[in-house]
Each structure stands twice: as structure tokens, then as C-alpha cells.
């Protein structure tokens, strides 16, 4: 597995077979990408165009990338991901200088919208929590969460120092624990 | 314990059958189409380099040619020790300071 991954990255920077190597990407990391951003900008046709320039940009961006490891591509992939969901974000806000945070509003509604009829109650009360959070506390907790991934390698994404990842983190799971417990009573 | 656990995980979101699947192909396809626009990028890069490649290579043979060349000055001086006495007289100092006055000579 890690040498089939290695061939991979190793691939991935060939000129004449990186177009195959990303296609395997692609087929790998697809689904764990587009819920991410699909957690992010939660209508399904905006993280859909996200993800296609999520591979889009990685692709052009490739000779950049220096790591070695699965975890250092995931790592990068999820950082492409990121800024690009963000960017589609940007995108809806009213005002230029409005902050992320005030779309979170609009995002809870969109939800209400894209709400799978077979979902889980609980899931649903969880993400309308989360939805309501600041963004970094957002990326935060859904990247440790549902992502399962470790502090450093969020870090590595983010650009934030692990103390204050975890530091949100908390504030996350504290303000949804809260949250989920106000809408139990709604 | 962890069954409550998966359902907190499962994603409450409406996605269509067979919506990843066509979004993988289509990731696919813009990817094809970025390595095809890149090539064209370098191709178009390849043939300007090229191109101005050859350009400086004329101005450089031209440039050599000129050196070569007799100037005008050079010429004159020829068809002047050439030329009958009586030819010259007819001349005057300024008409002979313009290379047209050559075909006269």
C-alpha cells in the first residue's frame, strides 16, 4: 500500500504520466475531498465546480508539491481544497469586507435546503451546529472530526500552530455541545 | 456506542446515485483538458522561442553583410578614381556628397 502510494507521488511529478497518476488520485481521494468541501460551502453544484478545481489547480500546481508520504499528500490536497472552497465562499458574501462568519446564517438555511429526507436526526442537529460556528473553528473540527485527521497534519493545512488548533477545537466542541442541547429543546 | 458514533458521522446531505461517480469523471476530464492546454501553452512557447531565435539570428547575418558590404563612401571613392576627368568637372563639390549622384558618375 505504502509503496503503491509512493509510485504514486513519485508518478505524479513525471511529465509524460502525471495525468494517469492523478487520475488514480482522483478515484482515491475524491469522496473524502468533496464532503469537505461540501461541509464547507454545503450546496452540492458549488462543491462539486470546487472539487474539479481542486484537482484542476493541484494538477498545475504539481512540480511545487515536495512531500513524500500519503500524509503529506493528503495533507496538500485538503490545503488546495480548502482555499478553493473558501474562495467559492467568498464569492457569496454580500460585501467584499464581510467577514466569513456572516454567511453563516445563509449556510444554515442552505442546509435546511440540501437535507438528505433518509438522514439521521442526529446528524442533521450535529451539522446545523457546526454550521453555526465560526469558520475556523469549523475547519477545525471537521477536519479532526469527520476527516480524522491529526493536529499536525491540520496544522500543515491551515497554516495554524497546533496549540491554537487545539485551542478552537475546544471552543468547538464546547459551543456544539451547547448548540445540540439548544436545539433539543427548539 | 459506536453505532451512535457512525450516525453522528454519516453525512446528512442529499446526493444523487451515482453523483461521485460522475464527478470523478468529470475531475478527470478538466485534468485531460489542463495537460492539453498546458502542451499548447509549451508549444506556443516552443514556436516563439523560435521564432525570436531566428529573428536575432537575421539581424545578425544582415549586420554581417553590412561589414562586408563597400560603403557608400567606399563605392563613390571607386567610381570616382574610375571616372574621365571631364565627368568630374562637371560635378560640383556638394552633388557629389549624395550616393544618388553615383548613377551619374
Known amino acids: 500500500m505504502n509503496a503503491d502510494i509512493t509510485q504514486i507521488i513519485n508518478t505524479l511529478k513525471s511529465e509524460q504520466y502525471a495525468v494517469r497518476a492523478f487520475e488514480v488520485?482522483?478515484?482515491?481521494y475524491s469522496e473524502r475531498l468533496y464532503w469537505?468541501?461540501?461541509?464547507?460551502?454545503?450546496?452540492?453544484?458549488?462543491?462539486?465546480?470546487a472539487l474539479q478545481d481542486t484537482f484542476v489547480t493541484a494538477y498545475s500546481a504539481v512540480g511545487g508539491f515536495r512531500g513524500e508520504?500519503?500524509?503529506s499528500l493528503v495533507a496538500w490536497l485538503y490545503k488546495i481544497a480548502t482555499t478553493v472552497a473558501l474562495k467559492a465562499l467568498?464569492?457569496?458574501?454580500k460585501h467584499i469586507f464581510a467577514s466569513l462568519d456572516s454567511l453563516s446564517n445563509t449556510l444554515v438555511s442552505d442546509f435546511e435546503a440540501e437535507i438528505d429526507p433518509s438522514a439521521d436526526q442526529i446528524a442533521i442537529k450535529l451539522q446545523r451546529a457546526i454550521l453555526a460556528l465560526p469558520m475556523k473553528q469549523k475547519l477545525v473540527f471537521n477536519?479532526?472530526?469527520?476527516?480524522?485527521?491529526?493536529?499536525?497534519?491540520?496544522s500543515q493545512i491551515t497554516g495554524q500552530s497546533v496549540a491554537t488548533l487545539k485551542t478552537n477545537y475546544h471552543y468547538a466542541a464546547k459551543r456544539i455541545k451547547q448548540l445540540v442541547s439548544q436545539l433539543d429543546y427548539e | 456506542m459506536s453505532n451512535d458514533m457512525d450516525r453522528m458521522k454519516s453525512m446528512p446531505y442529499r446526493l444523487e446515485d451515482g453523483a461521485m461517480e460522475r464527478m470523478k469523471i468529470r475531475a478527470c476530464a478538466a485534468v485531460r483538458g489542463q495537460q492539453a492546454k498546458s502542451n499548447k501553452g509549451a508549444r506556443v512557447l516552443r514556436?516563439?522561442?523560435?521564432f525570436a531565435v531566428a529573428v536575432v539570428?537575421?539581424?545578425?547575418?544582415?549586420?554581417?553583410?553590412?561589414?562586408t558590404e563597400p560603403t557608400y563612401y567606399e563605392q563613390f571613392m571607386e567610381l570616382v578614381a574610375e571616372a574621365p576627368e571631364d565627368a568630374l568637372y562637371e560635378l560640383s563639390a556638394d552633388m557629389v556628397e549624395y550616393a544618388e549622384d553615383m548613377t551619374l558618375l
Open chain 1, 25 to 28: 488520485v482522483i478515484e482515491r
Open chain 1, 36 to 49: 469537505h468541501i461540501r461541509r464547507i460551502v454545503v450546496q452540492h453544484e458549488e462543491a462539486e465546480d
Open chain 1, 69 to 71: 508520504t500519503e500524509s
Open chain 1, 90 to 93: 467568498k464569492r457569496r458574501r
Open chain 1, 143 to 154: 477536519m479532526r472530526y469527520y476527516d480524522e485527521l491529526s493536529f499536525e497534519e491540520i
Open chain 2, 47 to 50: 514556436w516563439s522561442l523560435s
Open chain 2, 57 to 67: 539570428l537575421c539581424f545578425v547575418v544582415l549586420g554581417y553583410m553590412e561589414l
